[in-house]
């Protein structure tokens, strides 16, 4: 398997906590690499990341990567429960990576525009919409280990850069102990230590700057 991904990318860092949770081996083409950036646009004009390369097919998207690992290549931990389980599972992996991700990924890619076309009203909405997530997630999260329950799942793959990020783009805030608790459970997580680790020589790209933490 080939993995074209970028280490500090939140949703490369999804796919990689997955292929970690089940020791799964792959060739890490890290798109820091001018060739592996010209390898990626050849294989998807969009040149959107993560891809993986396996058996002659090219998957796109990190919950569909997630996915076919598991079909493919499955191992110890099953990351999609079957059944009425894994239901929750993906309404979770898309609410974090919509309601969460996205809104981050607004507040940050804006401070990468020139100062005369930012987006002040976007980004308030994206402020917004975290302050409407942060307390849902909170009671939702109330008496559970992970998202889902007792077991970690995809929607922890994708809540765990989720978190990560957000809290960095727009503090959750300390009223929400309970989410703040479970994002520091996740970052104590083995494969999520070294997704974390593994992107530290790259936090000087957070436009916002990194804070001295995590």
């Known amino acids: 398997m080939k993995l074209y991904a970028h280490p500090f990318s939140s949703y490369s860092q999804k796919v990689l ?27 998807w004009p969009l040149k959107r990341f993560p ?27 099953t990351l999609v429960p079957a059944g009425e389980a894994g239901i ?18 607004k507040v940050v890619m804006d401070r990468l525009r020139p100062a ?3 987006d002040g009203f976007g980004v308030a909405e994206a402020r917004a919409m975290l302050d409407r997530i ?3 997630l909170d009671k ?8 889902a329950g007792e077991r970690f799942t995809l929607a922890d793959c994708a809540a765990a850069p989720s978190l990560f990020y957000a809290d960095w ?12 608790s479970y994002r520091a459970r996740l970052l104590a ?16 790209y957070f436009p916002l700057g990194a804070p001295p933490r995590d």
Not at 18 to 24: G, R
Not at 62 to 74: A, F, G, K, V
Not at 92 to 103: A, E, G, I, K, S
């Open 17 to 43: 906590i997955a292929l970690y949770e089940n020791s799964l081996s792959f060739e890490y083409h890290n798109l820091e690499s001018p060739s592996v950036k010209a390898e990626l646009a050849n294989l």
């Open 134 to 136: 942060y307390p849902w």
């Open 88 to 105: 929750e599972v993906h309404m979770l992996d898309r609410l974090f990576d919509n309601y969460v991700m996205t809104p981050m990924q």
């Open 169 to 180: 783009a727009h503090p959750i805030p300390a009223e929400c102990a309970v989410l703040r």
């Open 116 to 118: 005369a076309e930012r």
């Open 189 to 204: 997580h083995p494969s999520i230590v070294r997704v974390v680790d593994e992107a530290r020589p790259y936090r000087h």
């Open 140 to 147: 939702h999260l109330t008496d559970r280990r992970w998202a």
């Open 51 to 77: 891809v993986l390369v396996d058996e002659g097919r090219t998957l796109l998207e990190s919950s569909t990567i997630i996915e076919y690992l598991q079909l493919r290549h499955p191992g110890s931990n």
